[in-house]
């Protein structure tokens, strides 16, 4: 093993004496790598191998080959770089090729190839690089994916790149990314030969040998592509990103149509389609910029557009009542309304009554757990009015569904919450006093988290309260003056009024 490593270190000496002569490194930094490369050596010949030293080798080489670039640079030293650089290239080379043979099944080590290679602009190696990874890798789609893009975008060989995707497909017959992404090569390539085909058209040069067939101009290639895979890979959602990705190119106006109609016929049960075809009224009939000149026109013309979406969806939760449609619809509204819409009916229909008819809806047809993040979901709207009224509707539902128990946790995990409703306190005061054993404690607590939020507004309140005193069994007499001082230090004006007059017939006993 000593020998074998001499011999390699030997066969460092013309480098590292190229560097030292060209005054790159010193004659101590040279030492330096001779016995840092050494100790690294006799790690990756030893019989029980570890990954960590090849990887800590491979690292050291890399920071060696950016430290000589850095030098090299930073003096104007250009004369033999390759021959510099290229025996270091191919040692990490080696390096990689060593590790990724004896650990075979670590991805990340062969993507750390890959990224080395494409940084030093290494086309050849990579090529192979691909090559090897794929054939011990062909259970990854990804891998796929980036080896096409590369031939693609970096090679520019469409060629090449479809043979890999082709090679794919077999592997991953039903891989919906494989598909996409095959689809967006074939309109890259279609974009760029019509783009070179109006070059030269424009410049009037005779296309000569340069064929152009119109299949590929017209972008027949993605098509094919596209029936095939809807053949294979069913859902609406499917259909919806192969057209966006056809939506990039401003030529497949006829494709685009062909998707969107086969998307409507085969998928009109599904929320996706019906989201879809309503927001695209946002797209249309827009006004020329000429004649959308005032802040006034602009936002009448949003406004309709967003009324036009709502009656789609209004049709669509007529024809499609599922939790998942009126999902999209309440999304689409909060959307619109966080964008502060003009359209009072979108503003309307945004908050209040529709939140009300989906958790009405959910509470008959979803399962308690969907029903119940249903609720938590409502309490997260920015309206106040649909966050109020969510909370009420919660707290009676908890109540419905579970129990006593139930309704006290919501009312617990809400009671820091605002904004509140007295509604919402006059629920759980009823929902106390219904049970057998009606704590005075709890309602006192209920009461006073109430006239926290409302004292200084509802003299009745104050009433209700010096009511439960007098009346409960575990309720203390003694509290009424104290409650009664407290009023009217809270109330105002004609409340004063009202709750002194009320409080005397209630001490008299004629209220």
């Excluded at 040069?205 to 029936?227: C, K, P, Q, T």
Aim: aromatic share 10%.
């Amino acid at each position: 093993m000593a020998e074998r490593i001499e011999q390699r270190l030997e066969g460092r000496l013309p480098e590292l004496e190229q560097l030292e002569r060209v005054g790159l490194f010193t004659r101590k930094e040279i030492k330096a790598v001779i016995k840092k490369a050494s100790a690294l050596e006799y790690k990756i010949q030893r019989r029980a191998l570890h990954k960590e030293d090849f990887i800590n080798y491979i690292q050291y080489e890399i920071n060696l080959l950016e430290l000589i670039k850095k030098r090299r640079s930073r003096i104007g030293y250009s004369f033999k770089k390759d021959e510099i650089e290229y025996s270091i290239v191919q040692r990490i080379h080696g390096l990689f090729k060593r590790a990724t043979e004896k650990w075979k099944d670590d991805v990340q080590l062969w993507l750390s190839h890959v990224a080395f290679c494409k940084k030093w602009n290494k086309k050849i190696q990579l090529s192979k690089v691909f090559s090897a990874m794929l054939a011990i890798h062909p259970n990854k789609p990804a891998l796929w994916i980036m080896a096409a893009k590369w031939e693609m975008e970096e090679r520019l060989s469409s060629e090449s790149a479809r043979h890999l995707f082709l090679r794919a497909l077999r592997f991953h017959p039903e891989s919906p990314k494989l598909y996409q992404e095959y689809f967006r090569m074939e309109l890259m390539h279609a974009e760029k030969q019509r783009k070179e085909k109006k070059e030269f058209e424009q410049a009037k040069m005779d296309l000569g040998e340069f064929s152009y067939s119109e299949e590929v101009l017209n972008g027949e290639m993605a098509r094919i592509i596209y029936r095939n895979a809807v053949q294979k890979i069913k859902g609406a959602e499917f259909y919806l990103s192969l057209l966006s990705i056809a939506k990039l190119f401003d030529f497949t106006q006829d494709l685009q149509k062909e998707i969107l109609e086969n998307l409507q016929a085969e998928h009109a049960d599904d929320p996706l389609t019906w989201d879809y075809m309503a927001r695209q009224e946002l797209e249309k009939g827009s006004l020329p910029s000429s004649e959308c000149s005032s802040k006034q026109m602009k936002a009448s013309e949003v406004a309709q557009k967003e009324e036009r979406c709502c009656a789609v969806f209004e049709e669509a939760v007529t024809a499609l009542p599922t939790e998942a449609m009126w999902k999209c619809y309440v999304t689409f509204c909060l959307e619109r309304l966080n964008r502060k819409t003009n359209s009072e009916e979108l503003r309307r229909k945004g908050c209040l009554p529709l939140w009300t008819l989906w958790v009405e809806w959910g509470e008959g047809a979803s399962s308690k757990e969907d029903t119940e993040a249903l609720y938590q979901r409502s309490l997260f709207v920015t309206a106040p009015a649909v966050s109020v009224t969510m909370k009420e509707k919660y707290l009676d539902w908890a109540y419905r569904d579970g129990g006593y128990k139930k309704a006290k946790k919501v009312f617990t995990s809400l009671h820091e919450s605002r904004p509140f409703s007295l509604k919402f306190f006059r629920k759980m005061i009823e929902i106390e006093k219904e049970q057998e054993s009606c704590k005075m404690l709890n309602l006192r607590e209920y009461y006073e988290r109430a006239l926290r939020e409302f004292g200084s507004t509802d003299s009745d309140l104050w009433l209700d309260y010096i009511k439960e005193e007098l009346s409960h069994p575990q309720g203390k007499p003694v509290n009424c003056g104290s409650i009664h001082w407290r009023a009217m230090k809270m109330l105002e004006g004609e409340l004063v009024e009202k709750f002194v007059s009320k409080y005397t017939l209630l001490q008299t006993g004629h209220l």
